[in-house]
């Protein structure tokens, strides 16, 4: 963090201390219109702050906070191109790909918005053939799709495919993305060889997994539809067309993007093609153009109604004010149920860093390990910990105001569980509340003393809410937009680099060195103690 930024932090802190005694329900006391006062909108979407343990006050800082860091400067650099990834000297560009209206887009001196929007009409027009079967298989139309990437390359599309489900309306996609055989062997073995399309996905087209996975899907297509069937039926999304092509992949079947989209931002390139081939390329346009919404709104929206930084500068308060280790990411809505997994990488691969833009140690906490499960299965599981457990983790709720699979009085009681945790969190149950309840319910005096404390919930417990109208394709766009500008605000605010990924490259250099001595190849030798015993005790229990 840089200087003025942490001075303004320790302003925060103080405002904190002094505030020792403050609660959510007293904040909610002191100010009837709270819930008006502390909600913002974007698009679609209505942002419900007011359940975090923070007053007036407190919220000026965190602004002051933002302005210290320079966020409207950072801001303007990432929007206009320049290399704000510096140790891989980059721009971060991602914003650009949603970007449907025409404006010149430069990046490196250059006007990038025709390359994206002649990739954008391929990638269309590839989606309208094979939902429409003029684009077919050697055994007819296409009736299944298999993306095979990992990371960025997986998680974007299997989230927002999940996501879409009620939108899907072409073939049947499905995705391999762990090095495991057990991934690859359970999807192929339920399709037919002559009515799938496979598409390989990968940035650099070098990664193990997805390279493994590629050639095992390629052997098992010749094997029963032949060499001379693979054009046909394999399409690859690349940064890398040199090596798709040397891959076998034909031209006309590779679609491209840039260096200047990061794997983890990447679902609005050519890699969401399978979302395309899913629910076509008009809901794909409105997906894009909901993240495009945010990003105007990013930019323009006054500090207070921004919902990006909002989200961003409360989490940093969590985080760097009041200590707290995780972020809890809840939906209420059953097709997000990929959505933390995809939260995963975009936060903690972007803010999981311990050295500044500078080249230093960082002062304090930066991205917390965010986590989750859709509700209300959550609440059966870990809600326990989240009420009356030792740590406090802050929580996001998502939910729709309507479901797109209306039945029943489902979607009501989906909505009144949702409500119901975010005010037990914040107000809780007092001892009191608690010994009354159980006076009321004739119970003795020594049992109701034995068992109130364990009944009592402290509250006091923050959520923030995020209410829209339904889960349609824009909406996605505009809620995955919100977290990759928050990502973005709090990179900034930390002032490190939240667009490169050093911290996954040992383990990569690690397997590759013991790969040999896996397979028998090589001897044990100057390893860990523990990784020879393990590789030895590893070879004692192969079979054959
Ligand atoms: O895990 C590291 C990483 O580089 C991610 O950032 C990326 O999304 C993933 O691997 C996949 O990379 P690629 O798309 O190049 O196969």
Known sequence: MKQEAQNALQQVKRLHAEAADQTIAGLFEQDPDRFENLSAKCGDIHFDYSKNNLNADQLDGLFALADAADLAGRRAALFSGEHINVTEDRAVQHTALRDLTNANIIVDGENVQPEIAAVRQRMAAFSNGVRDGSIAGQGGPFTDIVNIGIGGSDLGPVMVAAALTPYQNGPNVHFVSNVDGADIVDVLSGLNADTTLFIVASKTFTTQETMTNAQTARDWFVERCGEAAVEAHF??????????????????????????????????????????????????QEFLGGAHAVDQHFQTASARENVPLLMALIGIYHRNVC?????????????????????????MESNGKRITLDGEDVAGQTGPIVWGEPGTNGQHAFYQLIHQGTSIIPADFLIAANANDPIGNHHQKLVANA???????????????????????????????????????????PTSTFLYPKLTPHVLGQLIALYEHKVFVQGVIWNINSYDQWGVELGKELAGELLPMVKGEAPAEDRNGSTSGLLTAFHAMREG
């Open 235 to 284: 399409a690859a999304l690349s940064t890398a067309l040199e090596k798709t092509k040397a891959f076998g992949i034909r031209d006309d079947r590779a679609f491209g993007f840039w260096d200047w989209v990061g794997g983890r931002y990447s679902v609005w390139s050519a890699i969401g093609l399978s979302v395309m081939l899913a629910v076509g390329p008009d809901a794909f």
């Open 323 to 347: 200590g707290y280790d995780t972020h809890a990411v809840l939906p209420y809505d059953q097709h997000l149920h990929r959505f933390a997994a995809y939260l995963q990488q975009l936060d």
């Open 419 to 461: 409500f119901a945790q975010t005010e037990a969190l914040a107000l809780g149950k007092s001892r009191q509340q608690v010994e009354q309840q159980l006076q009321e319910a004739g119970l003795p005096a020594d049992k109701i003393a034995s068992l109130a404390p364990h009944k009592a919930f402290p509250g006091n417990r």
